[in-house]
T-cell receptor, first 116, second 112 residues
């Protein structure tokens, strides 16, 4: 079946540094990718919708300057957490595709970010 | 705005028995999709079943079936012959207006 690869699976960084998370659709083209944040024992909160070749659409309350999203190709979207702080520590998950366009909506394995 | 409500934070079921997880939603979209995903301790989201809103027939996938009541905006999941591997967090997201909205989830425990 379709696979979405997310890398890295975990990352530890110092406060003030930037971290890049990659999301790749391995066997299909994804014009749309989604980025979510999940706190422990809570649900997934949509952060932004990433569309290939255009600017991402951010949800209300999500700082676009802190969470930079780039979707430069049909198979790759990246989320960069800039100047990370301890409160940015969380589990980040991407999903690729939409059921409306290609009937695919698969999730990456997630990235656990810990900011010291 | 679209919302998803899962009113059962936790459920438990005896192995081999049947359990039903509840999900209600609200959307102004006429075209939308409903899913059930499970998230085991690995935190990988695994698709269990999907339902297109325009289809009246309830989706089934082996031991998993849904009861889709469009007028009532209800989308429950029935798990038959529960197995230990079914233990996980279950979410029933709604895809509409080009975005996926999650409920708070139901943690399912399987009792051996």
């Amino acid at each position: 079946g379709a696979v979405v690869s997310q890398h890295p699976s975990w990352v530890i960084c110092k406060s003030g540094t930037s971290v890049k998370i990659e999301c790749r659709s391995l066997d299909f083209q994804a014009t749309t990718m989604f980025w979510y944040r999940q706190f422990p024992k809570q649900s997934l909160m949509l952060m932004a919708t990433s569309n290939e070749g255009s600017k991402a659409t951010y949800e209300q309350g999500v700082e676009k300057d802190k969470f930079l999203i780039n979707h430069a190709s049909l198979t790759l979207s990246t989320l960069t957490v800039t100047s990370a702080h301890p409160e940015d520590s969380s589990f980040y998950i991407c999903s690729a595709g939409t059921p409306a366009t290609n009937e695919k909506l698969f999730f990456g394995s997630g990235t656990q970010l810990s900011v010291l | 705005a679209q919302t998803v409500t899962q009113s059962q934070p936790e459920m438990s079921v005896q192995e081999a028995e049947t359990v039903t997880l509840s999900c209600t939603y609200d959307t102004s979209e006429s075209d939308y999709y409903l899913f059930w995903y499970k998230q085991p301790p690995s935190r990988q989201m695994i698709l269990v079943i999907r339902q297109e809103a325009y289809k009246q027939q309830n989706a089934t996938e082996n031991r998993f079936s849904v009861n889709f009541q469009k007028a009532a905006k209800s989308f429950s999941l029935k798990i038959s012959d529960s197995q230990l591997g079914d233990a996980a967090m279950y979410f029933c997201p709604l895809f509409g207006n080009e975005k996926l909205t999650f409920g708070t989830g139901t943690r399912l425990t399987i009792i051996p």
